[in-house]
């Protein structure tokens, strides 16, 4: 209990009961209760207490008003106080009480008086001896540590939303680094589309981009990621389908032969193939056409291919090394980061892939995770961080690659079995396939004044508490209402305060602090033309 509680004891009352229904209360607040007790006693979200003949009863403070206001400030208005029940501590035979538990059994009666709790039973009903990793404090008590329950938080997913500047980045980085501080050998995967995590996980973490260690050769991409990255939306039509799909099956033939795969293998079947075999069977097959017009579409399906291989910017897809070693365990291996080796996070830093093939790379490890695990004979639970995720699993059908928010959706509704989780992170949940967020049995709502994006969060999740997320607007960076199987109930919480060195690079450019001096030197102009050109941030 902290000092400025310290007025408060078991029997402070505080009111009375005037009013019940089936799971709210309403409280009339007696204007005097005693000479300690303060104007802030009774506040929004704060928890109360009531006796019934068989349990202790709480519930949470959702509304307070005056009915009929004076004019002027007076001891004989009545104030009323909205109170939604929470759960309830039975009363043991043996004397003494039992544990929280959720839901109500027996209910207060009319005019029983009402109390405040204190930072002991705040405890009791928010922090159970059950909770594993904790991640902040709760709001109504900062003396009482907010816990999650990690196995429930990751084996049915979650989501984290709330508007830009809300603290998404830093509440993402506080609860994965309370996971990996309980469990040294996770395996985590972190979808980076602004490299804004890597000083999050120092020493922590492998941190990938096409610059540095991103090794994703295209013999890995199944058919459909292939076509999406060589053809793009405009050009794949039927004819060129069958173009590429004839030359890679071409290219593929002879490893099947090699590893008898000739009856197993398809355009599909991740079997390393020279792109070179794939263009001289194009080649081959042109100099055999009989119809000149038909030779546009093997131009095409050549001529795309020979673009990307000569773009420095694909090079950690096609470099002509990538084509001919079979590395997939080595690849799945460094992704996965199996063994851990003391850095279970990888962060897969996107912003140097082309932004036209990005929701193809995501289709790429989110399929790769999936397959991985539903083959695999040992459960190595894999967790995929998805950062603006309305990017990739939009609500617009016709927004985005469909193959990636399929590859999302597929985890969403089977990665539990196979011991796939996802942390769905967005600051548009009406913007994201409602499919996805629906999917996530616990969601941490940061601060959100849209009133569309409040009524999806209302719509999405079932056991929401309706007095909570009325606070949606009002919170402050980096306090979220959180509501869940990851929880014990669903409640306000502040997150722990990251050190400055470990907090992600996510905040708002300073346009005060950048205009404060004029740069002389035309260096900075010159690197960034030539890392624009070059498709690289470093330039050593």
Known sequence: MSASDAWITEDTRVGRVIAISAGEIIVLLESVAGPCFPPEAIEMGGLVKLQTRASTVFGMVRALRAPLPSFTPSEEDLNIAEVELLGEVLHVEAGGYGEFRRGVSTFPRMQAPVYLTTAEEVAQVYAPKNASAK??????????????????????????????????????ATIFRAVIDHNPSAHIIVLDPHNEYSQAFVGRAVVLSPDSGLRLPAWILNFEELTELVLGPEQADAEKRKVLSDAVLAAKKPVFQRLGLEKEGSVDTPV???????????????????????IYAFQTVK??????????????????????????????????RIPVDGRPVTILDLSAVPSEVLNVIVSLICRLAFDFASWSEVTIPVAIVCEEAHRYAPRDNEAGFEPAKRALSRIAKEGRKYGVSLCVVSQRPSDLAPNLLSECNTVFALRMTNNEDQDI?????????????????????????????????????????????????SSTASFTEGWSQDINSRTAVKDTVERWRRGRRNLV
């Open 272 to 294: 390393p193939y020279s792109m070179a075999d794939a263009l001289s069977h194009l080649d081959r097959a042109m100099g055999a056409l009989n119809r000149p017009e038909s």
């Open 135 to 172: 991640i902040g404090s709760i709001y109504q008590a900062s003396s009482v540590p907010a816990y999650v329950r990690i196995n429930d938080l990751m084996a049915k997913h979650f989501g984290i939303v709330g508007t830009t500047g809300s603290g998404k980045s830093c509440a993402v």
């Open 457 to 505: 969060l209302r719509d999405t999740v079932s056991e929401a508490s309706h007095g909570l997320m009325n606070f949606l607007p009002a919170l402050r960076n980096g306090e979220a209402v959180v509501v869940g199987e990851g929880v014990s109930m669903p409640m306000r919480i502040s997150f722990a305060e990251l050190p400055s060195e470990n907090r992600p690079r």
């Open 303 to 336: 001529s795309r291919i020979l673009a990307l291989q000569n773009d420095a910017r694909y090079g950690f897809i096609f470099a002509t090394s990538l084509a001919i070693r079979d590395e997939m365990a080595e690849i799945l291996a460094h992704l996965f």
